[in-house]
């Protein structure tokens, strides 16, 4: 008995589904060194132009935004030193928002379904910043609208707090695909779209959720459960900001028991709030 060979459809669901299990390369029969091909100088000629290219100040900035080399063409450093001198030049949480969206030096690009940059309020004084997207907000376009996000409502509810009064994003503003965590390549890459979207908004209180934003954002690079708790300077802003590491939502799904730790935190959040007379 012959089998039946799948059809255009079924083959693009499989893909669907390797894809959202985080197979996103081919597999040749022999093993290929990527990051030996990415350090060779020879094989990049275009990369290095392409870098020229986004730096030069004047021009139109989506013109220059889509000849940002690929990840896979060009060292992850050099990308985030594009990405460095682009994000300096938003002038707005918009603008900031279109830069990214055109930006195609993040491979995660090509495997998420869309950006997920930012909820919440942009004036607020509060910002949230998790890890990255997971399916549900690749799907939605919002952070944190999960399970996990679910639970941050509450525990936002909980000290009095919904989305209209905090701005929330990620270090990383696409899904990785299979959810798993984002290389510190994609990190780097992505960290001046972040760094630059914190100083837009302009927050007074900082909240890192879990140890990527955490150890990205202020250096920590103890557990996070030990960090955790503990007001720190935030100290990318002219003005000094405080910042506190809190456990990730995410992670108080899987250990409930730490709900009391987390709660303890948001009581600081609280004090923190009503002393900048942002509680209501
Ligand atoms: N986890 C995160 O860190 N960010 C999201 O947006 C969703 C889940």
């Known amino acids: 008995m012959t089998e039946a060979r799948p059809d255009h459809a079924q083959l693009v669901a499989l893909f669907d589904f390797y894809v959202a299990a985080g197979i996103d390369i081919a597999l040749d029969e ?3 060194d990527r990051f030996a091909e990415n350090a060779r100088p020879a094989e990049r000629p275009a990369a290095a132009a392409d870098v020229r290219l ?26 985030a030193e594009a990405a460095r001198m682009r994000a300096r030049e938003a002038r707005t949480l918009a603008e900031l928002e279109a830069m990214v969206a055109a930006f195609e030096g993040c491979a995660l690009k090509r ?14 004084d509060i910002m949230l910043v998790g890890e990255a997207p997971g399916g549900d907000e690749d799907r939605a376009g919002k952070p944190f609208v999960g399970r996990a996000g679910q639970l941050l409502d509450r525990m936002l509810a909980s000290v009095g707090l919904d989305r209209n009064q905090v701005y929330i994003a990620n270090v990383v503003p696409w899904r990785p695909p299979g959810n798993r965590t984002p290389t510190p390549q994609e990190v780097a890459i992505c960290l001046p779209f972040t760094l630059r979207q914190i100083e837009l908004c302009a927050p007074r ?63 600081l959040l609280r ?6 007379g942002a509680a209501r």
């Open 111 to 124: 495997t998420a379904k869309q950006l997920v940059f930012a909820d919440g309020n942009p004036e607020a």
């Open 54 to 79: 986004v730096q030069e100040p004047a021009g139109d900035p989506e013109r220059s935004l889509r000849a940002l080399p690929l990840a896979a063409t060009a060292p992850p450093e050099e990308v």
């Open 30 to 32: 022999a093993p290929h």
């Open 271 to 276: 004090r923190a709030m009503e002393e900048i």
């Open 205 to 267: 209180i900082i909240v890192t959720l879990g140890a990527p934003a955490t150890q990205t954002l202020l250096g920590l690079k103890e557990g996070i459960k030990r960090v955790r708790g503990r007001w720190v300077e935030y100290s990318g802003l002219a003005h000094p900001v405080r910042a506190l590491p809190m456990l990730h939502p995410a992670y108080l799904l899987r250990q409930p028991v730490d709900k009391r730790l987390a709660w303890r935190d948001l009581r």
